[in-house]
């Protein structure tokens, strides 16, 4: 949404800030796929914001 | 069902110049499922978001000229996908995932001057499309 209304500085920082969560949750949590499968989908936001 | 394409895809590289960062990020991503995918085989989501990332590291490597790279990440995306789509071939979103893939490679013999294999594999597309269609 803030990269479409053109605020890509926080669009990054968004994005940023899910990864930072998604790693937290997937690093405490090693055995939840779908906390695993959240981990990979943010990094691919993050290869692609 | 939109056909999806992977020249929709954008990243960094189109935007910031940044191939490298975000080959990097796609490559954590694909380890990551590559895992799932090894430890659930009966998980259709696994391997199907596999797939997904060898399409995304394919298309990146395509966009950087990386043009070899690029065919050996869509023939793994597409082993893979060929395996979904024949066995659930109930599934509209398995054929569809299907075609993109055959449609990547079609770029990629273009590119090449592989007018022969691009145009079986847009007979492949063609058809999954038709398929889809009933």
């Given at each position: 949404?803030?990269?479409?209304?053109?605020?890509?500085?926080?669009?990054?920082?968004?994005?940023?800030?899910?990864l930072a969560i998604r790693q937290k949750l997937a690093y405490?949590?090693?055995?939840?796929?779908?906390?695993?499968?959240?981990?990979?989908?943010?990094?691919?936001?993050?290869?692609?914001? | 069902?939109?056909?999806?394409?992977?020249?929709?895809?954008?990243?960094?590289?189109?935007?910031?110049?940044?191939?490298?960062?975000?080959?990097?990020?796609?490559?954590?991503?694909?380890?990551?499922?590559?895992?799932?995918?090894?430890?659930?085989?009966?998980?259709?989501?696994?391997?199907?978001?596999?797939?997904?990332s060898h399409i995304h590291i394919g298309t990146l490597r395509?966009?950087?000229?990386?043009?070899?790279?690029?065919?050996?990440?869509?023939?793994?995306?597409?082993?893979?996908?060929?395996?979904?789509?024949?066995?659930?071939?109930?599934?509209?979103?398995?054929?569809?995932?299907?075609?993109?893939?055959?449609?990547?490679?079609?770029?990629?013999?273009?590119?090449?001057?592989?007018?022969e294999e691009a145009r079986l594999r847009l007979l492949d597309?063609?058809?999954?499309?038709?398929?889809?269609?009933?």
């Open positions: 949404m803030l990269k479409a209304a053109g605020k890509p500085a926080e669009a990054i920082k968004a994005y940023e800030s899910s405490a949590n090693p055995t939840v796929t779908q906390l695993q499968s959240g981990l990979a989908l943010g990094y691919d936001n993050s290869a692609s914001y | 069902m939109a056909w999806r394409s992977a020249t929709t895809t954008r990243h960094l590289t189109e935007q910031d110049g940044q191939p490298d960062e975000a080959l990097k990020a796609y490559g954590l991503a694909s380890a990551i499922r590559q895992k799932l995918a090894d430890d659930y085989p009966t998980a259709t989501e696994f391997q199907s978001d596999l797939a997904t395509r966009d950087t000229g990386q043009a070899a790279e690029s065919l050996k990440a869509y023939e793994s995306a597409l082993a893979i996908r060929q395996k979904l789509a024949r066995e659930h071939p109930e599934s509209p979103d398995r054929l569809s995932d299907l075609g993109e893939n055959q449609g990547n490679l079609a770029v990629i013999d273009l590119d090449a001057r592989r007018f597309l063609k058809q999954a499309s038709c398929d889809l269609q009933f």
